[in-house]
Structure formats: structure tokens, C-alpha cells
């Protein structure tokens, strides 16, 4: 599976973006996915992640209420819709599949990366 991040951009606070993770491979769908984010001199943290139904996510304290995270196995992509965005969120945001297993927290658990897209929120 490949998987390529789109969406980013700079935005001042209080806008929204909306990010999308266009996957290859028709085992996309069986896949659990997730987002990631990375500030300069912090270490990777999880922001959302869904399972391959959909039916069940998970958020971060930090997002939890602004972020949406969705998915669409038949284009498969995967989305996040980020609302109110804040300076803090600035980062490079990427997406993530694991091929077993549900829904995951960890960043160890994925298999497929992208490659990232920059998010930068102004004050």
C-alpha cells in the first residue's frame, strides 16, 4: 500500500483544513488508518485514527471536538477535516495503515506511512 497526503497549507487560527490520505492497493479497505502530526523538535503523536469500517475512532485530548476523521473504501481515502485550528497544531501531519489489526494509538503498530503534508496555523 502507498499512501499519499494532500490537503495542507497555511491557515490562520480559528480556519479549518482538510486533509486526505489517497491510498493504492485494493487491501486499503481491510486496513485500520490513522493521522499523525510532528512539530519541529517534538516527537511524533497520534491525532486520530479510524477503523477499516469506519464505525469506530479515536481522537487526542488536544483535538477532540475540532478534527473529524473519516474514511471512504470505495475511493479509498481517508480524511481529516480540522476545525478551529490553533498555532499549536502547526506540524507535519501524516497518515498511517496497518495491515493487522484495529484501530491503533501507537505509531510502532503501522505498517504504510505517507510522506506528510505541513500544516501551518498563524495567530
Known amino acids: 500500500v502507498q499512501l499519499q497526503a494532500s490537503g495542507g497549507g497555511l491557515v490562520q487560527a480559528g480556519g479549518s483544513l482538510r486533509l486526505s490520505c489517497a491510498a493504492s492497493?485494493?487491501?486499503?479497505?481491510?486496513?485500520?488508518t490513522g493521522w499523525f502530526r510532528q512539530a519541529p523538535g517534538e516527537e511524533r503523536e497520534v491525532v486520530a485514527a479510524?477503523?477499516?469500517?469506519?464505525?469506530?475512532?479515536y481522537y487526542s485530548d488536544s483535538v477532540k471536538g475540532r478534527f473529524t476523521v473519516s474514511r471512504d473504501n470505495v475511493k479509498n481515502t481517508m480524511y481529516l477535516q480540522m476545525n478551529s485550528l490553533k498555532p499549536e497544531d502547526t506540524a507535519v501531519y501524516y497518515c498511517?495503515?496497518?495491515?493487522?489489526?484495529?484501530?491503533?494509538?501507537?505509531?510502532?503498530?503501522?505498517?504504510?506511512w505517507g510522506q506528510g503534508t505541513q500544516v501551518t496555523v498563524s495567530s
Open positions: 498511517a495503515a496497518r495491515s493487522v489489526g484495529g484501530l491503533a494509538r501507537d505509531d510502532y503498530a503501522y505498517d504504510y
Open positions: 479510524i477503523s477499516w469500517t469506519g464505525r469506530t475512532s
Open positions: 492497493g485494493r487491501t486499503f479497505s481491510t486496513y485500520a
